[in-house]
């Protein structure tokens, strides 16, 4: 049971690995419209779903519905306005991870041209109004949708209408977790900025380079939060996971309403919904689950400041974060430490409208990514992990060096685009 701070910080703990086997995981989101250019339901979900069975996923129910596929240690997973998500596996190194990247896109595409539907890879929908998209029938989303709004006025946006990309790196002991989380969260504007692809809304110009990093900003339990910006630790993330309230319990098959209740509440038996029952570590990573900052704790890191992109753009952002993070941490956190937080924040809150314009300690991002791109090949180099060709993990920043060359970001090679087309018809995947 989880009833002291002391099982969080355990739980934590139990989630060290060895140096030597850091492992790598990607999270990421697609949208999906039929031909008439609407949001899929949940009756045409099955469809793909049925057609992924046949290549080896297996479905997982939720009652007498498919929520979720599992293949190995991959998972399908369906998201509130039936945007579907692929859970990576767990892999060695940014080869395997572009490799597993194609491989999902390539059957999805052949999924959607039997089904004649289309893919849109951006970080926010840019076509539909909220109250066109249909929802599904996840019971955990039904509570989700009725809670988030409270304390978030864009949290149905970002349930509803966001795609993103996360990137899951491990940690080999308390004070690797604290540098790595450190450097994370001083990087979300850098982040923000140079991977922004969500710059259209409604078919307008949003007037951000990333509108769904807007939306995370305004979203319940979600943001940068200053504490993230010290140097964090076990405890420290306890205490913080230990305050915010709790979006349900979950109750065999049933989610139940807590009413506002923190965590703190369950774990010394005060959530009388579920009759006092103390929590376990199932309801500990729900709950870790469902707060949505900008990077959090399970046992692994997530970075979540990515907007979705094509297949090209899910190798370059996991390289970029494993070349500082795993091949340069040091000389990468002996930058930002000189950095205000107060000016960390504001480059954060300006990042997702300015883009790469954004000022931070005198220089723009546009400038810090430069830099930190020199650092994140450096990294790479160090760890020098080859494939078939015999070629290095750099090769997969290809798509930021182009980004600095031309000092234009998707997001603004986009609305390029969208001068000559306002149909939207280059959006859509082949």
Not at 5 to 20: A, H, L, R, T, V
Not at 183 to 211: D, H, M, Q, R
Request: overall charge positive; some cysteine; proline content about 3%.
């Amino acid at each position: 049971m989880i009833t002291t701070k002391e099982n969080i910080i355990q739980y934590f703990q139990e989630g060290i690995k060895n140096k030597n086997n850091l492992k790598i995981g990607v999270e990421h989101e697609k949208f999906i419209f039929n031909k008439l250019r609407k949001r899929v339901d949940y009756q045409i979900i099955n469809k793909i779903f049925d057609l992924f069975k046949n290549s080896g996923w297996h479905p997982i129910f939720e009652g007498n519905d498919i929520i979720a596929l599992k293949k190995n240690d991959q998972q399908i997973t369906l998201e509130p306005g039936n945007q579907i998500e692929l859970s990576g596996a767990k892999l060695n190194n940014i080869h395997e991870i572009c490799k597993e990247a194609h491989d999902y896109i390539f059957e999805l595409k052949q999924i959607s041209s039997k089904l004649n539907l289309r893919i849109i890879s951006l970080g926010f929908d840019p076509i539909s109004k909220l109250n066109e998209i249909p929802g599904n029938p996840k019971k955990r989303y039904e509570i989700m949708t009725k809670e988030m709004p409270k304390n978030g006025r864009l949290s149905l946006d970002m349930m509803y209408r966001t795609c993103g990309t996360q990137v899951n790196l491990d940690y080999c002991s308390e004070e690797d977790f604290t540098k790595k989380f450190k450097l994370s969260c001083y990087l979300v504007p850098l982040s923000t900025a140079l991977f922004a692809n969500s710059s259209i809304v409604e078919k307008k110009n949003s007037n951000y380079y990333s509108y769904r990093s807007k939306v995370w900003q305004e979203t319940s339990r979600g943001g940068l939060p200053i504490e993230f910006l010290d140097n964090m630790d076990f405890e420290k993330y306890a205490k913080f996971i230990m305050k915010v309230p709790i979006l349900f319990a979950q109750r065999k098959n049933n989610y139940v309403e807590v009413n506002g209740k923190n965590f703190e509440d369950f774990m010394n038996g005060r959530l009388d919904e579920i009759n006092n029952e103390l929590p376990d570590e199932n309801d500990l990573s729900n709950h870790l689950s469902t707060i949505f900052t900008e990077n959090r704790l399970k046992q692994y890191i997530e970075i979540r400041s990515i907007d979705t992109c094509d297949w090209d753009c899910l190798c370059n952002a996991p390289a970029f974060f494993v070349g500082l993070l795993y091949g340069n941490l040091e000389e990468s956190l002996e930058i930002v430490s000189k950095w205000n937080k107060k000016n960390l924040l504001n480059a954060y809150i300006e990042a997702p409208r300015k883009g790469l314009r954004t000022e931070l300690e005198g220089k723009n991002i546009y400038e810090w990514n430069k830099i930190f791109f020199k650092l994140a090949k450096k990294g790479l180099e160090k760890r020098n992990q080859l494939n078939k060709s015999k070629k290095n993990e750099t090769i997969y920043l290809n798509n930021i060096n182009q980004i600095l060359n031309s000092n234009k970001t998707n997001a603004e090679l986009m609305l390029s685009k969208f001068q000559d087309d306002k149909d939207l018809n280059y959006l859509y995947e082949n």
